[in-house]
Protein backbone atom coordinates (compact mmCIF):
# COMPACT_ATOMS: atom_id res chain seq x y z
CA UNK A 1 0.00 0.00 0.00
CA UNK A 2 1.17 3.51 -0.75
CA UNK A 3 -0.71 6.18 0.81
CA UNK A 4 -0.26 10.00 -0.74
CA UNK A 5 -1.29 13.30 0.51
CA UNK A 6 -1.36 16.27 -1.15
CA UNK A 7 -0.89 20.19 -0.18
CA UNK A 8 -0.01 23.48 -1.33
CA UNK A 9 -3.29 24.28 -3.53
CA UNK A 10 -4.73 27.27 -3.30
CA UNK A 11 -6.05 30.35 -4.95
CA UNK A 12 -3.34 32.70 -7.06
CA UNK A 13 -3.75 35.70 -9.34
CA UNK A 14 -3.47 34.37 -13.23
CA UNK A 15 0.70 34.39 -13.76
CA UNK A 16 1.41 33.93 -10.59
CA UNK A 17 2.73 30.43 -8.96
CA UNK A 18 2.32 27.60 -7.08
CA UNK A 19 4.41 24.47 -5.90
CA UNK A 20 2.32 21.58 -5.42
CA UNK A 21 3.47 18.99 -2.53
CA UNK A 22 3.01 14.89 -2.49
CA UNK A 23 4.03 13.16 0.64
CA UNK A 24 4.25 9.42 0.53
CA UNK A 25 4.13 6.62 3.00
CA UNK A 26 3.66 2.99 2.87
CA UNK A 27 5.75 1.14 0.28
CA UNK A 28 9.33 2.06 -0.65
CA UNK A 29 8.94 5.43 -2.53
CA UNK A 30 11.38 4.98 -4.95
CA UNK A 31 9.56 1.80 -5.99
CA UNK A 32 7.15 4.26 -7.79
CA UNK A 33 6.98 6.23 -10.56
CA UNK A 34 4.95 9.12 -9.45
CA UNK A 35 2.24 11.62 -11.97
CA UNK A 36 0.16 14.33 -11.19
CA UNK A 37 -3.55 14.73 -12.45
CA UNK A 38 -6.01 17.41 -12.55
CA UNK A 39 -9.89 17.58 -12.86
CA UNK A 40 -12.38 20.33 -13.26
CA UNK A 41 -15.56 20.47 -12.93
CA UNK A 42 -17.38 19.18 -15.94
CA UNK A 43 -13.91 17.02 -17.15
CA UNK A 44 -12.58 14.22 -17.61
CA UNK A 45 -9.33 13.53 -15.02
CA UNK A 46 -6.25 14.30 -17.46
CA UNK A 47 -2.46 13.85 -16.67
CA UNK A 48 -0.05 16.96 -16.03
CA UNK A 49 3.30 15.64 -15.57
CA UNK A 50 4.89 12.52 -14.12
CA UNK A 51 8.21 11.57 -12.86
CA UNK A 52 10.45 7.82 -13.08
CA UNK A 53 11.36 5.49 -10.17
CA UNK A 54 15.03 7.41 -9.67
CA UNK A 55 13.81 11.08 -10.74
CA UNK A 56 15.70 10.95 -13.95
CA UNK A 57 13.31 11.05 -16.41
CA UNK A 58 9.86 12.80 -16.40
CA UNK A 59 6.89 13.85 -19.20
CA UNK A 60 4.55 16.16 -19.37
CA UNK A 61 1.37 17.33 -20.91
CA UNK A 62 1.66 19.57 -24.16
CA UNK A 63 -0.20 22.19 -22.24
CA UNK A 64 2.13 22.24 -19.27
CA UNK A 65 5.50 21.45 -20.23
CA UNK A 66 6.98 24.72 -20.48
CA UNK A 67 5.64 26.25 -17.10
CA UNK A 68 5.19 23.02 -14.68
CA UNK A 69 8.00 20.97 -13.17
CA UNK A 70 8.08 17.91 -11.76
CA UNK A 71 10.48 17.06 -9.35
CA UNK A 72 11.08 14.12 -6.55
CA UNK A 73 13.42 13.95 -3.29
CA UNK A 74 12.91 10.44 -2.23
CA UNK A 75 15.44 10.82 0.47
CA UNK A 76 12.05 12.52 1.52
CA UNK A 77 9.49 10.20 -0.04
CA UNK A 78 8.01 13.83 -1.09
CA UNK A 79 7.07 14.36 -5.18
CA UNK A 80 6.42 18.55 -6.23
CA UNK A 81 5.07 20.23 -8.80
CA UNK A 82 6.37 23.80 -9.50
CA UNK A 83 3.57 25.65 -11.50
CA UNK A 84 4.14 28.79 -12.99
CA UNK A 85 2.39 31.40 -15.44
CA UNK A 86 -0.41 30.00 -14.13
CA UNK A 87 -4.20 30.31 -16.25
CA UNK A 88 -7.77 30.36 -15.54
CA UNK A 89 -8.03 27.29 -17.38
CA UNK A 90 -5.51 25.29 -14.80
CA UNK A 91 -8.21 25.90 -12.39
CA UNK A 92 -8.92 22.07 -11.28
CA UNK A 93 -8.45 19.43 -8.00
CA UNK A 94 -4.87 18.29 -8.64
CA UNK A 95 -4.09 14.51 -7.60
CA UNK A 96 -1.10 12.90 -7.02
CA UNK A 97 -0.80 9.51 -7.59
CA UNK A 98 1.84 6.37 -7.62
CA UNK A 99 2.60 3.66 -10.38
CA UNK A 100 4.31 0.79 -8.66
CA UNK A 101 4.12 -1.06 -12.28
CA UNK A 102 6.57 0.90 -13.98
CA UNK A 103 9.94 -0.23 -15.28
CA UNK A 104 12.93 1.79 -13.80
CA UNK A 105 13.25 4.66 -15.97
CA UNK A 106 9.14 4.16 -17.26
CA UNK A 107 6.40 6.94 -17.16
CA UNK A 108 2.75 6.08 -17.71
CA UNK A 109 0.49 8.98 -18.60
CA UNK A 110 -2.73 6.39 -18.22
CA UNK A 111 -4.69 6.90 -15.05
CA UNK A 112 -5.24 3.59 -15.47
CA UNK A 113 -1.69 2.80 -14.46
CA UNK A 114 -1.90 4.45 -11.55
CA UNK A 115 -2.88 2.19 -8.18
CA UNK A 116 -2.88 4.90 -5.50
CA UNK A 117 -3.97 8.34 -5.42
CA UNK A 118 -4.73 10.99 -2.79
CA UNK A 119 -7.32 13.02 -1.94
CA UNK A 120 -6.68 16.01 -3.94
CA UNK A 121 -5.92 19.59 -3.47
CA UNK A 122 -7.54 22.75 -5.28
CA UNK A 123 -5.79 25.03 -7.21
CA UNK A 124 -7.75 27.98 -8.12
CA UNK A 125 -6.44 30.79 -10.80
CA UNK A 126 -8.48 34.29 -10.64
CA UNK A 127 -8.57 36.33 -14.11
Known amino acids: QVQLVESGGGLVQAGGSLRLSCAAS????????MGWFRQAPGKAREFVAG????????TYAAFVKERFTISRDNAKNMVYLEMNSLKPEDTAVYYCAADPDRPYGSISNNARAYDYWGQGTQVTVSS
Open 26 to 33: GRTFSSNA
Open 51 to 58: ISRGGGST
